[in-house]
């Protein structure tokens, strides 16, 4: 099995942010006023015209009620694939994204970890 290309892995997530979408009956619209997106994003992420950075995927999803390992599976028109390949993808996705955020903390002063790790508690 050879390793996809950033293309192919974003021609995945526009496909299935569309067939998402659509399947909860939603417009490009009603799905960035939900998002607090532009339309605009929306349509180019769908378009592959442009990535979203972490936030505006954050976004999307939680406007989907998805989690964002589902913008990556493999869509309907590809092979079948295995419970076990889907939780191999989540745990990619997971991985990666506490990886970002670890990263991220890492580069905070005292003062700012404690100040996020705060907000983080009280919501």
């Keep these: 099995m050879r390793a996809m290309n950033?293309?192919?892995?974003?021609n995945r997530l526009g496909e299935n942010l569309?067939?998402?979408r659509k399947s909860r009956k939603l417009?490009?619209?009603?799905?960035?006023?939900?998002?607090d997106v532009s339309e605009e994003?929306?349509?180019?992420?769908?378009?592959?015209?442009?990535?979203p950075s972490e936030k505006t995927l954050s976004q999307?999803?939680?406007?989907?009620?998805?989690?964002?390992?589902?913008?990556?599976?493999?869509?309907?028109t590809?092979?079948?694939?295995?419970?076990?390949v889907h939780a191999k993808l989540k745990s990619a996705i997971a991985?990666?994204?506490?990886?970002?955020?670890?990263?991220v903390l890492q580069n905070l002063t005292k003062d700012e970890q404690?100040?996020?790790?705060?907000?983080v508690v009280s919501s």
């Design 6 to 10: 950033a293309s192919e892995i974003q």
């Design 18 to 20: 569309k067939r998402i």
């Design 27 to 35: 417009t490009q619209l009603a799905l960035a006023v939900q998002a």
């Design 41 to 51: 994003t929306i349509k180019n992420v769908e378009l592959c015209r442009a990535w």
């Design 60 to 76: 999307i999803t939680d406007a989907l009620d998805t989690d964002v390992y589902a913008l990556f599976l493999p869509t309907a």
């Design 78 to 84: 590809s092979p079948a694939v295995t419970s076990r």
């Design 95 to 103: 991985d990666s994204v506490r990886n970002y955020v670890e990263a």
């Design 114 to 119: 404690k100040e996020c790790c705060a907000e």
